[in-house]
Structure formats: structure tokens, C-alpha cells
């Protein structure tokens, strides 16, 4: 890999990324930065009491962290593609004039999540280390905590780890990839 000067317009000239593979990002200075994806919960909707446990919990669990972590929020485009072509082939098969109505305005509704760029917001806690078995040890730790706090957690993805990166460089914005652009 032949290095660019500072002068350099392309962003992987200045971004310390190797590489992206096996659920982590691998550093040029050999650090992995792995983590997991913590499935959305509304406790908004839970008794006063449960919202009161479910906070201690996730105080409690913070404190039990004793390394360098981020908490990375990231939008995600919404895809309904499929759901959308299901409700076209259901609208083609209905005969029912009622039946047909109600299909119609999920199809509207869906046409304005896709033109009003509906984005699902994802929670992440990431964090590196240079000893890939420390990583996964965190990895299991941070899974079982959160458990422990009512939440669903997972090992974060390579597409997950492409998609905060892209959020983090873009502003959040949507890129479409293939698109040359002059230097």
C-alpha cells in the first residue's frame, strides 16, 4: 500500500482503517476495534417502577466498565423493498374492494417512508485493544451485561462496522457507492 501526502483528497489516505473483516476493524497500528449492537428498547413504555430498575441496572453496569468504550449512535436507511413488492402482488390477487383499500394505504404509507428517508437509529457499544481474545472477552462481558439490564445485544457485523464508519464520515448522510468523483 503506497502512502499519499497530507495533500491526498481520499479519506482511507488519512483513516487509520487496514482492514474490516471478522467483526472487527483492524487498525494500521494493529489495534482491533470490535464491539456489539444493542437492540432498541422503549422504556418509555414500561411502569415507572421497571423504567426506575432498568436505569439502576444500566447505572450499575456502566460502572462496572473499566476500559476506554464509545457509545456510538448510527442511522440506518430503512429498506422495505420486499414489503413493498408483497403488498403490490397482494393488491394484484385481491378482489375485494375494502380489502384493496387497506392495501392501498399501506402502500402509500410505505412510499412515504421511502421518500421521506426513514432511518432506523442503531446503538453500539465499541471498544479496541490489540489482544483479539481481550476483544471477545469484552465482547461476552458487554453481552451478558446488558442482559443483565433487560436489553438484547449482539456482535457487531462487518456491515455494521462499514455503517458507523460511513455515518462518522458522511455526517450521517447516505452515499452512494461506485460514484466517481474528481480529484
Known amino acids: 500500500m503506497s ?8 479519506t482511507e489516505d488519512w483513516l487509520p482503517v487496514r482492514a474490516i473483516q471478522n467483526n472487527m476493524i483492524i487498525t494500521r497500528d494493529n489495534f482491533k476495534v470490535s464491539g456489539v449492537k444493542i437492540s432498541p428498547r422503549n422504556i418509555f413504555i414500561l411502569d415507572p417502577q421497571m423504567q426506575n430498575n432498568m436505569l439502576v441496572a444500566l447505572r450499575n453496569f456502566y460502572n462496572t466498565i473499566d476500559y476506554e468504550f464509545w457509545l456510538v449512535v448510527a442511522d440506518r436507511p ?3 423493498s420486499v ?23 399501506d402502500i402509500q404509507k410505505g412510499e412515504t417512508f ?12 465499541m471498544f479496541k485493544s490489540k489482544d483479539q481474545d481481550l476483544l471477545m472477552k469484552r465482547v461476552r462481558q458487554m453481552i451478558n451485561g ?22 462518522f ?3 450521517g448522510t ?8 474528481p480529484v
Open 83 to 105: 414489503y413493498m413488492s408483497q403488498m403490490q402482488l397482494l393488491l394484484n390477487d385481491t378482489q375485494s374492494p375494502a380489502v384493496r383499500k387497506l392495501i392501498m394505504q
Open 114 to 125: 421511502i421518500t421521506n428517508n426513514v432511518v432506523d437509529t442503531e446503538y453500539y457499544f
Open 169 to 171: 464520515l458522511n455526517g
Open 78 to 80: 430503512v429498506d422495505i
Open 3 to 10: 502512502k499519499k501526502g497530507n495533500s491526498s483528497g481520499f
Open 174 to 181: 447516505t452515499t452512494e457507492f461506485g460514484t466517481v468523483m
Open 146 to 167: 446488558l442482559a443483565t439490564c433487560g436489553l438484547n445485544a449482539s456482535l457487531i457485523s462487518n456491515s455494521d462496522l462499514r455503517l458507523v464508519l460511513e455515518n
